[in-house]
């Protein structure tokens, strides 16, 4: 595995307004009827999208290509679907900034190189509006000064230490640094008294 | 030091702080299913790894599984080829399977725990949020995405940050009529769908000491619903004497030792706690949702909020809700007619459960307009229910009485909802299109109103219903 950093992620942005969006808004489950996760960016928010109509903004062209989305509190509540930040990412964003996130998609979204920051419910509307004002707006959030930015504004922007310090070194990716210390793990496990017959 | 119950598990399993402060927590137990598994087993080969502990790696199929011809090939395609790639899989890599011809086939979190393979002190992973049900023996039981299902596979292992715990205890007295079922929806409507981010929550107290292995479940399931990844019980004798006998529990002498291990393992007096919530029994009634999230429900009695009365920023959810629903802030919830009653899920489809809704519909029958279904949650629920002849119950008041699986909780099978209809479901999610139909609407419940508003065809109150009756 090609260790990739992730130091700055920059681009324009995707408002999606709206508390607790949960899992099921961003990839309904009938598309989870699959082996794969391919193809699954061609569902993001499909039953949300059908409801809005054109006022959807991913239906809207202005925002095609946009690197960033900028969601609300709660964001990914609901089941554990690894699809949604995969759908997410296989649609091109590359960082999410939001009021909060639930802790299942936080750490989904980790492990696939996807950084969600917070930021305060006051910077995410207005994120949310610069990118609804001028769609071409272009956005910075940078992992290393912990802020996200325009040309104009600039917010504070949050991650626990663990993540940032993942995305910073490129070592976001578990699987390599727990397979480390084998000796380690059997000796944990050798110890638990139902893995060692209860004695 | 007195410790938590999370303390005690927590450090029993951790391998080692990570440089980035993270803990490796070794997991005892990892169970898998059809949906969140096979992209895991493909990232898995992709890197020419292995499955590190394969018989700590437990297998069902429910998601997918037909309710009720279960007959293979399936006839839809895609279920085939989900199972057939956990089998394959599973026959690879070593790892034990319950599937269809087993016997013990169900909801992963119903089968875990009847056969006795979740016990106290574990911890417990699975590619399914609701795997915080586990939680009821007093095991740290979480869900995972699918790049940690790899992980677990590849190491036993998963990289945490560690969790706050917030004690919530519930005394008093439930009064009749009122379930596990309704004190959960109590606690997430009080403490918010997100009130839980980043907290175990610890369930304590005389009504959660009094209850069933059962009605637990159902309380630990929904935790996830409150934001709680992790929520749990501490082990007593209601939890040994549940797992005593069981087939995968400790047998003869190393029963008694596992016992002492486990009792040892609840939170100590004293322990401290990072928050904790108090809630009194006595004053929770049967509760209903009415919106699009757990949170968003009101005692059967009440009437729904008006967005006009409502503070600026809760104003536009209750108004999208209440649009999406259908329906109007300050009508009553009773009365809210119905068109498909669902007796099913990881939350409500044990025995116990199915026992409740057959003793409500006993001798009645489904209202006309009603279209109404019972899956248990395991094929073990099943037979034991058909031994005590609830089937007949369900069959004769106009219930259909299905195969074992998820069913019409998330709708990924034949069972869904269609275009508007209404449900009035015993499952966990009230989400825009949770149950199938983008439209579809869920009103959730426990098994016992969900039978009672089949019969009456709308939401009715369980306690004068069931005294008329
Ligand atoms: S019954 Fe529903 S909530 Fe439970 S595992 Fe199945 S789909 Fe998930």
Known sequence: MPIEKILAVSGTALPVRGTNIDTDRIIPARFLRSVSFDGLERHLFEDDRAQAGESHPLSNPAYHGATLLVVNANFGCGSSREHAPQAIRRRGIRAVVGESFSEIFFGNSVALGLPCVTVTPEAATDLQSAAEGEPRTSFTLDLQTMTISTATVSFPAHLPAAAREGFLDGSWDATGLLLERYTEVRHVADRLPYLRGWR | ?469
């Open chain 2, 1 to 469: 030091m007195p410790s938590t119950l999370l303390e005690k598990v927590w450090n029993a399993h951790a391998v080692r702080k990570l440089p980035n402060g993270q803990t490796q927590l070794f997991v005892g137990l990892h169970l898998i299913h059809e949906v969140t598994s096979p992209q895991a087993f493909d990232m898995l080969r992709g890197r020419g790894g292995q499955v590190m502990f394969p018989d700590r790696t437990i297998a069902t199929v429910d998601h997918i599984v037909p309710t009720k011809d279960q007959r293979r090939p399936f006839l839809d395609v895609m279920a085939e080829d989900m199972l057939s790639a956990l089998e394959r899989n599973c026959r690879e890599a070593g790892v034990r399977m319950f599937d269809l011809a087993s016997g013990s086939q169900g909801i992963v979190h119903v089968v875990g725990p009847e056969l006795g393979l979740t016990q106290p002190g574990m911890t417990i992973a699975c590619g399914d949020s609701h795997t915080s049900t586990h939680g009821a023996f007093g095991a740290v039981a979480f869900g995972i995405g699918t790049s940690q299902v790899r992980d677990v596979l590849a190491s036993q292992c998963l990289a945490l940050e560690p969790l706050k715990v917030r004690r919530i205890r519930v005394d008093g007295q439930l009064g009749s009529g009122v379930y596990a079922k309704d004190v959960i929806l109590e606690i997430i409507r009080r403490l918010g769908v997100n009130g839980g981010v980043g907290y175990a929550y610890e369930y304590a107290g005389d009504v959660i000491d009094n209850m069933s292995m059962d009605e637990r479940m159902t309380i630990c399931n929904m935790s996830i619903e409150g934001g709680a990844r992790v929520g749990y019980v501490n082990p007593d004798d209601t939890t040994v004497e549940y797992l005593r006998g069981r087939r995968f529990a400790p047998q003869g002498d190393e029963f008694e030792r596992a016992a002492v291990w486990w009792r040892s393992l609840a939170s100590d007096g004293g322990a401290s706690f990072q928050d904790e919530v108090s809630i009194d029994a006595g004053a929770i009634r049967p509760t209903v949702t009415w919106g699009i999230n757990p949170g968003q429900s009101v005692y059967v009695d009440e009437r729904l909020p008006k967005p006009s009365t409502l503070p600026r920023e809760e104003r536009e959810a209750v108004e999208e809700a209440l649009t999406f629903m259908g329906l109007a802030g300050g009508d009553p919830i009773a009365g809210t007619r119905i068109d498909v009653a669902f007796v099913g899920s990881c939350t409500n489809a044990r025995l116990s459960d199915l026992r409740e809704a057959a003793r409500v519909i006993q001798g009645q029958h489904v209202a006309p307009t009603v279209r109404a279904l019972v899956v248990p949650g395991s094929q073990a629920v099943r037979d034991a229910a058909e031994r005590e002849g609830l089937h007949r119950v369900f069959l004769s008041a106009g219930f259909e009485w299905r195969g074992a699986g998820c069913s019409m909780c998330l709708a990924m099978n034949q069972d869904r909802l269609e275009g508007r209809e209404v449900c009035a479901s015993s499952s966990n999610r009230n989400f825009k299109g949770r149950q199938g139909s983008p439209v579809g609407r869920t009103l959730l419940m426990s098994p016992a109103m969900v039978a009672a508003a089949a019969v009456a065809g709308e939401i009715v109150d369980v306690r004068t219903f069931s005294r008329a009756h």
